[in-house]
């Protein structure tokens, strides 16, 4: 089954797209990249291997995936002068506000890999996207933090150098802990690409016009960081945190459930999944293995399988099929590792980049692609004649 999307709201407009990268069915909550179960990826393959998967049509053997990941690894640092404009944030920016800058920046140091017609600098671009984002992120982190930025080490795993790089300081030599380098891997592999979600349709639509693929990310970052969609993870993370206790579980369960409150259960629901979100099942079992392994006894944790038994439970959410999404358990893991709540949807964005620039290639890359365009239901008035102002 070619994954065929069409979006029809209600009226004649609608607006359809192919592709060949990532499968869902939201009824049996099942997720797939390019016919590869996200279970099986996360708990087999690497971060580098999905990022090969979804920019070529297969697996990469032993021999491909070495030369994908030295690629990468000759694209980690960033021009000099890009450190400058962080410089310019104010120290409490929020990290998506400064990726947001950084990103869209690239566009005016790179101009080798700006032209789209050519398939060339488009994988240059490509490459160049995945590389930077952990380098760009970690360096909003350090910027927050009011540390010096730290050059990626090469030597390093994909998540392994990104971890030095926002944990590592110039006095002490760092070790990247095997347990915490594979849970960041899964994580990113977790977060890597999901069909035509609002920020990839974002990136998509920005491409379609022929905008450079630096722009078009940036576009993605700025529509990930809403609460509703990417920032859910760290608003997840800061209502469990507002919960505090078991015990406090059902003022919120009821808040979430009065439609005349605003307030809805962060990490919970989806435009898509009826079922379970496949991803959260293994990012659920993830912060069980990370946070036994490193002893960490966190009450949110317990809060969060709480509400989700409470919430599994409860009438208005089985009616409304809301189940935990990708979103739900992410900040566990993450803050256990010791990353701020500020910085949770950076690290989506770092993972979607890849995700975001196979879709865009894909789009690109066919002959037959034009501008996007939506339409709509036009509900205002009829035609009528201006009024001059000393008759109204
Ligand atoms: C991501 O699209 C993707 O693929 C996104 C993503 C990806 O990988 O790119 O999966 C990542 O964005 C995950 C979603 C993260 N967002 C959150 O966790 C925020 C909390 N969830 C919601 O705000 C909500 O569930 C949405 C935005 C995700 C979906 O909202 P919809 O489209 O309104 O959901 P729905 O149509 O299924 O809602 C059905 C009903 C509605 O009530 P009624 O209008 O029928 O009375 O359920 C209610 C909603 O109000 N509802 C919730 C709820 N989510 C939906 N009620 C309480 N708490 C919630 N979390």
């Known amino acids: 089954q070619r994954g065929v999307f069409t979006y029809d709201p209600g009226f004649t407009s609608t607006a359809s797209c192919e592709s060949k990268l990532t499968y869902i069915d939201g009824d049996a909550g099942v997720l797939l990249h390019r016919g590869y179960p996200i279970d099986q990826l996360a708990e087999q393959s690497t971060f580098m291997e999905v990022a090969y998967l979804l920019l070529n049509d297969e697996l990469p053997n032993a021999e491909e995936l070495d030369r994908f990941t030295y690629t990468i690894s000759r694209h980690t640092m960033v021009h000099e002068q890009l450190a400058t404009f962080f410089r310019g944030f104010r120290r409490d920016a929020h990290p998506m506000a400064i990726m947001c800058g950084v990103v869209g920046a690239l566009s005016s140091f790179y101009h080798d890999s700006t032209d789209i017609t050519d398939p060339r600098q488009r994988m240059i671009a490509s490459h160049r996207l995945i590389a930077k984002m952990p380098t760009l992120a970690a360096m909003a982190y350090k910027y927050s933090v009011g540390q010096p930025f730290l050059y990626p080490d090469n030597t390093l795993s ?88 078991p015990e406090r579980i059902p003022e919120y369960i009821a808040r979430a459930k009065d439609k005349d409150d605003p307030f809805r259960l962060m990490g919970f629901g989806h435009r898509v999944y009826k079922n379970y979100d496949p991803r959260a099942k293994v990012m659920q ?79 690109i890359a066919d002959p037959d692609q034009k501008i996007g365009r939506p339409r709509q239901l036009y509900v205002g008035p009829t035609q009528r004649d201006y009024v001059p102002l000393d008759k109204r």
């Open 158 to 245: 994909y998540p392994g150098n990104f971890l030095r790089m926002t944990f590592g300081v110039p006095a002490e030599k760092y070790e990247v802990d095997p347990l915490i380098e594979q849970a960041m891997d899964r994580i990113f592999i977790l977060h890597a690409d999901h069909e035509q979600n609002a920020s990839t349709s974002t990136v998509r639509l920005a491409g379609s016009s022929g905008a450079n693929p630096f722009a078009c990310i940036a576009a993605g970052i700025a529509c990930l960081w809403g609460p509703a969609h990417g920032g859910a993870n760290e608003a997840a993370l800061n209502m469990l945190r507002e919960i505090g206790r």
């Open 285 to 363: 079992k993830t912060a069980n293995e990370v946070l036994d392994k490193l002893g960490v006894t966190d009450p949110v944790f317990d809060v969060a399988r709480e509400l989700e038994q409470i919430a599994l439970k409860d009438d208005y959410f089985v009616e409304k099929k809301l189940y935990p999404n990708v979103d739900f358990y992410s900040g566990v893991i993450l803050s256990a590792i010791g990353f701020p709540t500020s910085m949770f949807t950076v690290l989506f964005a770092l993972a979607r980049t890849v995700g975001w620039v196979a879709q865009w290639n894909e789009m």
